[in-house]
């Protein structure tokens, strides 16, 4: 139903900045938001950021200040701004839509972000 291609992960050092994006295509008429989240080795699949259709966004209280999403609706695709970068923010990155009214989820592949000390 809807395809996600993520792109923008790598390696920075602390401090640095990274931008992550998300296309997304098929039934995108669906779409209710699409957003961010990120896995750690042995740890969960946690919220980064989400924005809906009307521009309301919601940030995990670890990123509020240094991380930003936005979204280019002409182009369906979402964007996440990383600035001020901390080795724990490194993990798995995954693009996430919610779907329909009952908010179904499709992932992207996820992208790995390396922050070194």
């Known amino acids: 139903q809807v395809q996600l291609v993520e792109s923008g992960g790598g390696l920075v050092q602390s401090g640095g900045s990274l931008r992550l994006s998300c296309a997304a295509s098929?039934?995108?008429?669906?779409?209710?938001?699409m957003g961010w989240y990120r896995q750690a080795p042995g740890a969960q699949r946690d919220l980064v950021a989400l924005?809906?259709?009307?521009?309301?966004?919601n940030y995990a209280d670890s990123v509020k200040g240094r991380f930003t999403i936005s979204r280019d609706n002409a182009k369906n695709t979402v964007y996440l701004q990383m600035n001020s970068l901390k080795p724990e923010d490194t993990a798995v990155y995954y693009c996430?839509?919610?779907?329909?009214?009952?908010?179904?989820?499709?992932w992207g592949q996820g992208t790995q972000v390396t922050v070194s000390s």
């Open positions: 996430n839509v919610k779907v329909g009214t009952l908010l179904r989820n499709y």
């Open positions: 098929g039934s995108i008429f669906g779409i209710m938001a």
């Open positions: 924005i809906t259709t009307t521009g309301s966004t």
